[in-house]
Structures are given as structure tokens and as C-alpha cells.
């Protein structure tokens, strides 16, 4: 996937600008940022492309020397499950985070 990369988004569109995938995250303070929504189009559900995804949010925010925690219950999971791999990335403040799902924008 070709990725795209704007302040507080990261995402995929196809050749027809239809967005394929999707990550936001809000700056927080002290180099903390909150990853608040993922989304997978449904034609590309199960097939790995959110954990692609994460990863790329993941290398993204170490080469800007970021943290991370995530509201997003997905994000969360997947913080949560590559601690180790990532652990350079993840703000101590995950373990308070207050998880939601973002539809339509909100929580």
C-alpha cells in the first residue's frame, strides 16, 4: 500500500482516491500522541492490513521520536501485543488510557 502522511493522519486511498485504510492520532503533550481511530475498508478486512498499518503508524512515530497511547481499542490491542517489539514507542500512560471506539468521528 502507497501510505500518506498529514499531521495527526495516516492513510491509503486506491487509484480511484477511495480510502483504503486509515489511522488518527491527536498530539497530546510531552511527545505523546493518542492513536483515537483505525480504519480497513471492508474489501481489505482480514487479510492484515490494520496490523500493516500499525506498524506503519509504529516506525513512524519512533523516527519522529513520538510515544504512543490509544484510545482506539484496536490500536490499544496492538500496542498491547507487540510491547516488546515497540516498547521504545509506548508511553507508560497506556495502561491508564481510557479505551473507545471513534464512528463517525466521535467517541
Given at each position: ?25 491527536v498530539?497530546?503533550?510531552n ?15 482480514g ?15 519512533r523516527e ?8 482506539c ?12 517489539k ?22
Open positions: 500500500m502507497n501510505w500518506k502522511f498529514e499531521d495527526g493522519r495516516i492513510y491509503s486511498v486506491d487509484d480511484k482516491g477511495e480510502l483504503m485504510a486509515e489511522t488518527t492520532y498530539l497530546k503533550e511527545g505523546v500522541v493518542d492513536i483515537d481511530h483505525t480504519y480497513v475498508n471492508p474489501v481489505l478486512r487479510q492484515g492490513v490494520a496490523s500493516k498499518m500499525m506498524e506503519v503508524v509504529a516506525e513512524f512515530l519522529k521520536g513520538l510515544k504512543a497511547t490509544a484510545s481499542s484496536y490500536a490499544n490491542s496492538w500496542l498491547q501485543k507487540n510491547k516488546e515497540y516498547s521504545d514507542i509506548i508511553s507508560k500512560e497506556i495502561e491508564n488510557e481510557a479505551i473507545a471506539c471513534k464512528i463517525g468521528g466521535k467517541h
